[in-house]
């Protein structure tokens, strides 16, 4: 899958007028919530679900030719580069952390058995979103740029990633897809005891008793009702989310803002 912005780029220079014209259309969209253009993603939850909505009916998609693969990439990446602006917005009390998305984060370093020996392992994810220090060779990497910078959308080998906020996203999520998540949050989390790992979610294709069983409401976000074209935003949740974000960075960070 690509990134919002290289679908854009991708179709501007595409020389179909269809796909140009659906390029300009995203663009508009995505400067609604770009930080980086003074604007607050927290105050565009309303255009980012509307967006969706119109990318989900048969007329868009027949107009621009959006097949089936594009039809389930394209909201993800526009979900996901609208998470990215909003992590950016949230870090604004706390310049020297960095924003990365689809950059491998590790689960933290394990001592593991294989065949009589202990072998150090470092497994990892490329998660949807990361917050937390870069790290080059070894040592913690500050940015001297002011806020508001460019996310990482990838590392150099010699890089890697300190998270303290790791952020898995997903259009529409299933029972499995959480479980899943659930399996992974807790890898990320007995590693890096100091991250918060979160799932955020626009719709469900679940039954929401069960993050109440697991006792996982505090790090799920579901940010709107319904189904495909018809999603209602939930402003509160985004609240919440917000809310439940920024108190974690300034409890990790209050010894060093």
């Known amino acids: 899958m690509l990134f919002l912005h290289e679908y854009i780029k991708e179709w501007r220079g595409s020389g179909t007028r269809a796909k140009i014209d659906l390029a300009n259309h995203l663009d508009k969209i995505r400067r609604d919530y770009d930080v980086h253009a003074k604007r607050d993603p927290r105050k565009s ?4 679900v509307k967006e969706y909505n119109w990318l989900g009916l048969s007329e868009t998609k027949r107009r621009f030719n959006i097949d089936s693969n594009l039809a389930r ?29 689809e950059v491998r984060v590790p689960f933290g370093l394990y001592p ?21 220090y870069l790290v080059e060779k070894g040592e913690v990497k500050l940015s001297n740029e002011k ?27 299933s029972q499995s897809e959480f ?68 108190e974690h960075l300034v409890r990790r960070m209050s010894a060093t803002s």
């Open 45 to 48: 939850l309303t255009v980012f």
């Open 73 to 101: 990439n394209l909201p993800g990446a526009l979900m996901q580069d609208y998470l990215l602006h909003l992590s950016i917005a949230i870090t604004k009390d706390f310049p020297k952390l960095e924003v990365f998305t």
């Open 179 to 246: 479980f899943d998540w659930q399996g992974r949050e807790q890898l990320m989390t007995k590693g890096n005891p100091h991250c918060l790992s979160i799932q955020v979610a626009l719709r469900k294709e679940m039954d929401m008793d069960i993050v109440e069983a697991a006792q996982a409401g505090d790090k799920f976000f579901l940010l709107g009702a319904g189904g495909e074209r018809n999603v209602i935003p939930n402003p509160r949740e985004l609240e919440r989310l917000e809310h439940v974000l920024h």
């Open 147 to 173: 806020w508001p910078r460019q996310p990482f959308y990838h590392l150099n080998p010699n890089q890697s990633v300190i998270p303290l906020v790791t952020i898995n996203s997903k259009i529409r999520i």
């Open 112 to 132: 593991l058995w294989n065949a009589g020996k202990v072998v150090m392992a470092r497994p990892a994810e490329k998660s949807d979103t990361a917050v937390g």
